[in-house]
T-cell receptor, first 110, second 116 residues
Framework: SQKIEQNSEALNIQEGKTATLTCNYT??????LQWYRQDPGRGPVFLLL?????KEKRKERLKVTFDTTLKQSLFHITASQPADSATYLC?????????FGTGTRLTVIP | DAGVTQSPTHLIKTRGQHVTLRCSPI?????VSWYQQVLGQGPQFIFQ?????ERGRGNFPDRFSARQFPNYSSELNVNALLLGDSALYLC???WGQGALRSYEQYFGPGTRLTVT
């Protein structure tokens, strides 16, 4: 079955720096990969979707890359702010569902 | 516009009892999915419904069942509750036509179920 690993459970970063989160997957070839943000006690919020034929996607301070050869996606937040502190989930698209990783908890230190 | 709504927000049940969780999708969305999220883990897929038909089912026992109504709202039912069923239950809607692969999911705030 598919396996999704996000690089670390927690990541601390200084305000203003670029945060880089990693999502690796095995035993699967998704057509789409998505990134979500989740705050404590809340449902995930969609951030970005990238297709298998796209190398990179940007939205404001967010950038996602998708390398289907390495089976890896990188999620970058530039000029990070304390308000970016949350858990970030990567999700692979299935035929009729999403497979989520366990998430990386990002803390941006002022 | 209202987002995905879920009720109740919190629920405490005893082992062996039955529970019904409710979800209303975003207006215009015909697809509803249910996920279970245990503390410290990512959401795990339980069911997907589109146009009132089950289109997908995750690796959950038959104690879990769901249905979708003509107004596209949905219910998740869990029978014979176990301690391990304690989790945040998330409902998500999308306008995708059955296959979720192309479309982002819009999640509700979840129902926190505690089984004692």
């Amino acid at each position: 079955s598919q396996k999704i690993e996000q690089n670390s459970e927690a990541l601390n970063i200084q305000e203003g720096k670029t945060a880089t989160l990693t999502c690796n997957y095995t035993n699967y070839s998704p057509a789409y990969l998505q990134w979500y943000r989740q705050d404590p006690g809340r449902g995930p919020v969609f951030l970005l979707l990238i297709r298998e034929n796209e190398k990179e996607k940007r939205k404001e301070r967010l950038k996602v890359t998708f390398d289907t050869t390495l089976k890896q996606s990188l999620f970058h937040i530039t000029a990070s702010q304390p308000a970016d502190s949350a858990t970030y989930l990567c999700a692979l698209s299935g035929a009729n569902n999403l497979f989520f990783g366990t998430g990386t908890r990002l803390t941006v230190i002022p | 516009d209202a987002g995905v709504t879920q009720s109740p927000t919190h629920l405490i049940k005893t082992r062996g009892q039955h529970v019904t969780l409710r979800c209303s999708p975003i207006s215009g969305h015909k697809s509803v999915s249910w996920y279970q999220q245990v503390l410290g883990q990512g959401p795990q897929f339980i069911f997907q419904y589109y146009e009132k038909e089950e289109r997908g089912r995750g690796n959950f026992p038959d104690r879990f069942s769901a249905r979708q109504f003509p107004n596209y709202s949905s219910e998740l039912n869990v029978n014979a509750l176990l301690l391990g069923d304690s989790a945040l239950y998330l409902c998500a809607s999308s306008w995708g036509q059955g296959a979720l692969r192309s479309y982002e999911q819009y999640f509700g705030p979840g129902t926190r179920l505690t089984v004692t």
